[in-house]
């Protein structure tokens, strides 16, 4: 591990705990709101960023051991499954359907298709990013 200064790693630990959870809140009010998989995304590989930075990188990849190709993989793969399920219904690639359902507990909830959607640029947007970041960060020449 780097020799850098105690406070810099907590800082940097409490920063990336808001950046996390504001990422998620946009993740979640993406399909309504302004937001979504795309910037929740960016935000996410913002605060893991921030901690490759405070932290050295083999800490951190013993901490987040993550394979960002298979990431980026996944994030496609359910982003074009989400199209193609309102094709096998008969509907144009990428329809959008939303429903309200009563769950016990928790009221009248919304649910929209949109959502798994995002949940794939989101994973394709960390993985792509970090990949790239990581890459250029790991090159020794």
Same mark, same amino acid.
């Given at each position: 591990?780097?020799?850098?200064? #105690?406070?810099?790693?907590?800082?940097? &630990? /409490? $920063?990336? =705990?808001?950046?996390?959870?504001?990422? #998620?809140?946009? =993740?979640?009010?993406?399909?309504?709101?302004?937001?979504?998989?795309?910037?929740?995304?960016? +935000?996410?590989?913002?605060?893991?960023?921030?901690?490759?930075?405070?932290?050295?990188?083999?800490?951190?990849? &013993? $901490?987040? *051991?993550?394979?960002?190709?298979?990431?980026?993989?996944?994030?496609? @793969?359910?982003?074009?499954?989400?199209? /193609?399920?309102? +094709?096998?219904?008969?509907? *144009?690639?990428?329809?959008?359907?939303?429903?309200?359902?009563?769950? *016990?507990?928790?009221?009248?909830?919304?649910?929209?298709?949109?959502?798994?959607?995002? @949940?794939?640029?989101? @994973?394709? #947007?960390?993985?792509?990013?970090?990949? $790239?970041?990581?890459? #250029?960060?790991?090159?020794?020449?």
């Amino acid at each position: 591990m780097k020799n850098t200064p #105690v406070q810099l790693h907590v800082i940097t &630990r /409490i $920063v990336a =705990f808001i950046i996390l959870a504001f990422s #998620v809140f946009l =993740f979640f009010a993406g399909h309504n709101n302004p937001g979504g998989g795309f910037i929740g995304g960016l +935000m996410t590989a913002a605060a893991l960023v921030l901690l490759y930075l405070s932290f050295d990188l083999k800490t951190i990849k &013993r $901490v987040i *051991p993550f394979n960002y190709s298979k990431i980026i993989g996944a994030g496609l @793969l359910i982003a074009i499954l989400t199209g /193609i399920v309102g +094709m096998l219904f008969g509907f *144009p690639f990428l329809t959008q359907f939303d429903e309200y359902y009563h769950i *016990p507990l928790l009221g009248e909830t919304h649910a929209a298709s949109a959502l798994p959607f995002d @949940l794939g640029i989101y @994973l394709v #947007v960390v993985g792509f990013t970090l990949l $790239v970041i990581l890459t #250029v960060a790991e090159d020794d020449s």
